[in-house]
């Protein structure tokens, strides 16, 4: 092993490779246990047996947060859909044959009998150009408390009347 100068304290030694803060940097093993973020770059090996080993310690994949943000559909989907679709001028006959749905299967949406699938649901969106889905969002109290207990309208005009 080559000696080399550790990049952060100086010390020279047998330094390895390690990412400090996402950098690249040689350090020496006391740094290397002890600075902060400090990472150790896996070297790529051809060993069969060790890069196994790498495998089983890799992290189980995280979900894709976006990707798994919730979405639900709106409270009122079915109005929306009514109104949308009245509001383009076009008959339940019309807007089934457009997204392939029976027009009774149109109605029952719109009467809120029928939950669209996720399928239904993309293409009426598509069709009539509207949203019906959501984020479901974590309202942290936190965000209430800082907003909740502000001015009131009664705090509002008194203090536009100074
Ligand atoms: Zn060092």
């Given at each position: 092993?080559?000696?080399?100068?550790?990049?952060?304290?100086?010390?020279?030694?047998?330094?390895?490779?390690?990412?400090?803060?996402?950098?690249?940097?040689?350090?020496?093993?006391?740094?290397?246990?002890?600075?902060?973020?400090?990472?150790?770059?896996?070297?790529?090996?051809?060993?069969?047996?060790?890069?196994?080993?790498?495998?089983?310690?890799?992290?189980?994949?995280?979900?894709?947060?976006?990707?798994?943000?919730?979405?639900?559909?709106?409270?009122?989907?079915?109005?929306?859909?009514?109104?949308?679709?009245?509001?383009?001028?076009?008959?339940r006959?019309?807007?089934?044959?457009?997204?392939?749905?029976?027009?009774v299967?149109i109605a029952k949406?719109e009467n809120?009998?029928?939950?669209?699938?996720?399928?239904?649901?993309?293409?009426?969106?598509?069709?009539?150009?509207?949203?019906?889905?959501?984020?479901?969002?974590?309202?942290?109290?936190?965000?209430?408390?800082?907003?909740?207990?502000?001015?009131?309208?009664?705090?509002?005009?008194?203090?536009?009347?100074?």
């Open positions: 092993m080559s000696i080399t100068q550790c990049e952060l304290c100086g010390r020279e030694c047998a330094c390895r490779p390690a990412l400090v803060d996402g950098v690249r940097m040689m350090l020496c093993p006391g740094c290397m246990r002890h600075g902060q973020g400090v990472r150790e770059i896996e070297r790529p090996t051809t060993d069969s047996s060790s890069q196994t080993l790498l495998s089983r310690i890799k992290r189980p994949k995280v979900k894709d947060v976006y990707k798994d943000m919730d979405k639900e559909l709106v409270s009122d989907w079915n109005e929306r859909i009514k109104r949308a679709r009245e509001k383009k001028g076009i008959s006959e019309d807007l089934g044959f457009k997204i392939g749905e029976r027009t299967t949406i809120g009998d029928l939950r669209p699938s996720d399928q239904v649901v993309k293409k009426l969106e598509k069709e009539l150009e509207i949203t019906l889905v959501e984020e479901v969002k974590d309202t942290t109290p936190l965000s209430y408390g800082s907003h909740g207990q502000g001015l009131t309208l009664g705090d509002f005009i008194k203090t536009e009347k100074k």
